[in-house]
């Protein structure tokens, strides 16, 4: 696949879905470096296209702020311009955090044609237990902001910021069971769409449960057998 890919015989047109706390934004841009893709998340575009004041971002903005959803066909604006933007030679791209659902996958599909179509799909499967480990364990200084992690980064006395000594708490989005909804919510949305690229032959599913380093090797010796 990689001699195929690095002359510009097929493209990768790479969707990256993962649960929070997957590790999914260090992922995104790992492989994009690796295969110099362009990449960009869904939360980036949105908050690029706000910040410019751009029509597209002027109309999510307005269905946020009624606390609705931002239709599909916002989104996949927002993607289709950024593409005609960032792609320019590269064959391929990544996007990290859309589609989120089936109906945002046929959307995007009906928009890229029939001659580009999207694929692969990686999706990094990671444990629930595990997620809530990582998801649950910030620790953060309200005097200082600096946030520590009680597994992965932890302060050097427990419970104490290590610059001013105060103790630390626990965000309340953090907590489990803030943490375990939000789990529970995106599993319901994105096991269907999962389901949908594996039906259409184009899923790479990835152990999330390894460290950063074991899973961008995995998906990288996956994207190399892909074709
Ligand atoms: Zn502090």
């Known amino acids: 696949m990689k001699d195929l890919f690095d002359k510009g015989v097929i493209s990768l047109n790479i969707i990256l879905i993962g649960p929070p706390g997957a590790g999914k934004g260090t992922q995104a841009s790992l492989i994009a470096n690796k295969y110099n893709l362009p990449f960009v998340s869904s939360g980036d575009l949105f908050r690029e296209h706000r ?7 002027l109309l999510a903005e307005k269905y946020m ?42 959307s995007l599909e009906k928009a890229l044609g ?18 809530l480990r990582r998801l649950t364990g910030r620790r953060v ?7 520590f992690h009680i597994h992965s980064n932890p302060p ?18 953090d907590n489990f069971d803030a943490v375990e909804a ?9 096991e269907p769409l ?31 057998c892909f074709n």
């Open 156 to 173: 050097l006395i427990q419970d104490q910021c290590d610059k001013c000594s105060k103790p630390l708490a626990q965000r309340e989005d």
């Open 194 to 224: 999962v389901a949908y690229y594996d039906h259409q032959n184009v899923l790479i599913e990835i152990d999330g449960n390894e460290t950063i380093r074991q899973v961008s090797k995995d998906i990288v010796e996956s994207l190399d």
């Open 141 to 147: 200084c309200m005097r200082c902001q600096i946030s």
């Open 114 to 131: 029939n001659a580009n179509p999207v694929g692969p799909a990686v999706y990094i499967n990671v444990d629930k237990d595990e997620l």
């Open 65 to 106: 702020n009624q606390g609705e959803l931002v239709p599909d066909h916002v989104t996949i604006d927002m993607v289709m311009n950024w593409l005609d933007q960032n792609k320019g030679g590269s064959s391929g791209f990544l996007l990290d955090g859309f589609p989120r659902t089936v109906q945002q996958a046929t």
């Open 182 to 190: 939000r789990l529970d919510a995106y599993r319901r949305n994105t």
């Open 51 to 57: 910040k410019l004041g751009t029509k597209l971002g």
